[in-house]
């Protein structure tokens, strides 16, 4: 099956400055990388997603890049916020048996020090 | 739309006894998938169905678990007996594939604790 694995699994950084999170999956079908933000106590929700056809996607100060070939894919936030800080998880999905089977990564706590 | 919609938002049960978890999903979603969180094993696929039929249940720990979806607006989670290691936040979510996105619309989860 599926595997994605995600780095660091903690990250702080001085606001105003940039966070990457990197995530590996080993599966070669996977099709369309999710990127969901989960502040403390409250629900995973998705903020961007990017599918296999394209290597960069951006919304305004996040963007996500895929590299299919290596197999990974990556989150960037630009002028990282106070209230960017929340656990980030990535995701890997594929079809599988007409259905899509979604695996996430282990997630990233994101802290920045205002 | 109002989301999906969990209840209870928090349980806490002794040892042994029944639980049930319940989620609406969002109305024309046609996927439904239940996740159990842990800061051990972060987030774990337990169940989905897709039409209300079971497609992947291979996420079940074992036979205490059992869900079901009666119809496309209603699933229920149980565990029966509960125990310690079941306390977590269960998290249900629903998807459409036919809105032409995959991404996921959680609920606002059920934290179980089980004493």
């Known amino acids: 099956g599926e595997n994605v694995e995600q780095h660091p699994s903690t990250l702080s950084v001085q606001e105003g400055d940039s966070a990457v999170i990197k995530c590996t999956y080993s599966d070669s079908a996977s099709n369309y990388f999710p990127w969901y933000k989960q502040e403390l106590g409250k629900r995973p929700q998705l903020i961007i997603d990017?599918?296999?056809?394209?290597g960069e996607k951006k919304d305004q100060r996040i963007a996500v890049t895929l590299n299919k070939t290596a197999k990974h894919f990556s989150l960037h936030i630009t002028e990282t916020q106070p209230e960017d800080s929340a656990v980030y998880f990535c995701a890997a999905s594929r079809e599988s048996g007409g259905y899509q089977k979604v695996t996430f990564g282990t997630g990233t706590k994101l802290q920045v020090i205002p | 739309d109002a989301g999906v919609i969990q209840s209870p938002r928090h349980e806490v049960t002794e040892m042994g006894q029944e639980v049930t978890l319940r989620c609406k999903p969002i109305s024309g979603h046609d996927y439904l998938f239940w996740y159990r969180q842990t800061m051990m094993r972060g987030l774990e696929l337990l169940i989905y169905f897709n039409n209300n039929v079971p497609i992947d249940d291979s996420g079940m720990p074992e036979d205490r678990f059992s869900a079901k979806m009666p119809n496309a607006s209603f699933s229920t989670l149980k565990i029966q007996p509960s125990e310690p290691r079941d306390s977590a936040v269960y998290f249900c979510a629903s998807s459409s594939l036919r809105q032409g996105r995959d991404g996921y619309t959680f609920g606002s989860g059920t934290r179980l604790t089980v004493v």
């Open positions: 990017i599918r296999s056809n394209v």
